[in-house]
């Protein structure tokens, strides 16, 4: 699916130009990423046949942007150092999410934070990159949130880690309903983990689908 861009200019493939801006080699595992993202476009298009998805450049990071449902889809990136200092009076500044949520979902709402789909550790900036991310998740006070804030802190210590971070939604709302979290390690392993964003978090018993989560990035299985 051919998109239509803000940002780069040029026919350097999207990898190529990210993985350089960062003064690397783009990994030869990730050849079958333009698919992958194709077949994720393709399954939110069937959900949502009215959106208008546009890429945008950010830095070394892109943003995959419905224009229809004011949302971001899919971000990815080559991680770097935080490109600048976190402006806490900027991050306060941005609309009441809360507020945001109990409106859209009423008795469904919950509490919520501004997170980033790019760690800003990692480099992720503000903006285009802020969503309505449960607490519990983006503060890693319950089991789903300890996995993702050690995913989190692994690409931050790791300059140069490939990432993505992809939100499904069931409505439509800013609000994903899921997130996906995956971390390239090397060769064709990949580190993933499946998050709950509207679902109880602290409610629910530990569940086996988050141990690779829990151990070191070498014990991850390799994504199919």
């Not at 994720?40 to 419905?66: G, I, K, T």
């Not at 770097?80 to 200092?85: G, K, M, P, S, W």
């Not at 629910?204 to 690779?212: C, I, Q, W």
Request: with cysteine; glycine share 8%; hydrophobic share 40%.
């Amino acid at each position: 699916m051919e998109l239509p861009s803000a940002g780069w200019g040029g026919d350097v493939p999207v990898l190529d130009e990210l993985f350089g801006r960062a003064a690397l080699e783009t990994p030869t595992a990730l050849r079958g990423w333009d698919d992958r993202v194709a077949a994720w476009l393709d399954d939110y298009y069937s959900a949502w046949p009215d959106a208008q998805v546009q890429e945008v450049f950010v830095d070394v990071a892109v943003f995959l942007f419905d224009l229809a449902h004011d949302r971001v889809v899919l971000a990815y990136a080559v991680s770097t150092e935080a490109l600048t200092t976190r402006d806490r009076s900027q991050m306060a500044g941005f609309p009441d999410l809360n507020q945001s949520v109990r409106s859209a979902l009423g008795d469904r709402a919950f509490v919520v934070d501004k997170g980033h789909f790019l760690g800003h550790a990692s480099g992720g900036r503000l903006d285009i990159n802020l969503f309505a991310h449960r607490r519990e998740l983006n503060r890693g006070v319950s089991l789903e949130g300890r996995a993702f804030r050690s995913m989190e802190r692994f690409v931050a210590r790791s300059p140069g880690t490939f990432f993505y971070h992809l939100a499904r939604y069931d409505d439509a709302t800013d609000i994903p309903d899921k997130l996906e979290y995956g971390v390239h390690l090397t060769g064709p392993d990949w580190w993933i983990g499946q998050f709950d964003n509207k679902g109880s978090c602290l409610q629910r018993p530990a569940n086996k689908r988050f141990e690779p989560t829990a151990r070191a990035p070498y014990d991850a299985k390799t994504a199919s």
